[in-house]
Structures are given as C-alpha cells and as structure tokens.
Nanobody, 125 residues
Framework: VQLQASGGGVVQTGDSLRLSCGIS????????VAWFRQAPGKEREFVAGIGRLGNSKFYGDSVKGRFTISSDNAKNTVALEMNGLKPEDTAVYFC???????????????????WGQGTQVTVSS
C-alpha cells in the first residue's frame, strides 16, 4: 500500500487548508485511514480517523469542531479539511492506513501499518 499526502503550506491564524491523502496498492474498502501530526519535540498525535468506506469518523479533542475528515471512494483519497487554524496546529501531518481491527477511533500510531511521507502545515500568528 502506498500513501501520498499533499496540501500542506503556510497560512495565518484563522485560515483554512485542505490536505489530501492518495492511496494505492490495496482495495480501499478494506482500509481504515487516519491523519496524525507531529510537532518538533512532541509525540505523534492522532488527529482524525475514518472507517472503511467512510462509515464512521472520529476526531481528536484538539481539532473537534474545526477539522473534517472525508473519503472519496471512487478516487481512493481521504481529505482533511482544516478550518480555524491555530499556531498550535503547526506540525507535519501524516496519513496512515490499516486493515484488520483498525477502526476510525484507533489512536495508537503503532497500530497502522502504512504511512505516507508527511506534509508540513505552518500556522503563523
């Protein structure tokens, strides 16, 4: 399975940004997909997850109400729409995928077997 994250950039506080994760190499319907982020000196943090075929969604507490995860099953992509961005959202954002028992609420990054390369999001104050 290959994952390709894109869409990062430099924005100002309050701006919006849309990240996209393209997935190839395995039937999309068998995978749960999540976004994680990692800021310098911090552990990788769960941001949002979406279940197989978009049947469920789950968000980390710090982004709930501001971020929205969605999937396009025809294009094998998962998007993360980020609104109301804050400086504390600055991080490298990774998309990850996993099969088996992985669900939209699986927060442990070690549970995911497939990772994209990450895309930088910088929010200036």
């Amino acid at each position: 399975v290959q994952l390709q994250a894109s869409g990062g950039g430099v924005v100002q506080t309050g701006d919006s940004l849309r990240l996209s994760c393209g997935i190839s190499g395995r039937t999309f319907r068998n995978l749960a997909v999540a976004w994680f982020r990692q800021a310098p000196g911090k552990e990788r943090e769960f941001v949002a997850g979406i279940g197989r075929l978009g049947n469920s969604k789950f968000y980390g507490d710090s982004v709930k109400g501001r971020f929205t995860i969605s999937s396009d099953n025809a294009k094998n992509t998962v998007a993360l729409e980020m609104n109301g961005l804050k400086p504390e959202d600055t991080a490298v954002y990774f998309c990850a995928a996993g099969g088996g028992v992985i669900t939209s609420s699986t927060r442990n990054p070690r549970s995911y077997g497939y990772w994209g390369q990450g895309t930088q999001v910088t929010v200036s104050s």
